[in-house]
């Protein structure tokens, strides 16, 4: 949160790639302030895109665990919910 809090990166983008586990608590912080609700955060599939805007009334998420960058045939499991189809 340092790097946020400073004023030298007011309107500036970060980008933070990290493992999973890393990302989710990253997000719980900057979203609720509160690592005791990391149980809240969903899990984020491999390469998904997270937005998290910062301003002086806080943290908002714009969006989490996009992947609409990948094609079809590299969608998650979750995204594509083979799981659902009982054919």
Known sequence: TELIN???????TLLVA???AVLK????HLIYDDVERLSE???LDNTAVSLVTVDEEGAR????GNTDHLPEDFKPVSVLKLWDNKE
Not at 6 to 12: I, L, S, W
Not at 61 to 64: I, P, Q
């Open 6 to 12: 400073d004023p030298e990166n007011q309107d500036k």
């Open 18 to 20: 990290s493992h999973g």
């Open 61 to 64: 998420l714009e969006y989490l």
């Open 41 to 43: 955060v969903p899990w």
């Open 25 to 28: 608590t990253l997000l719980c």
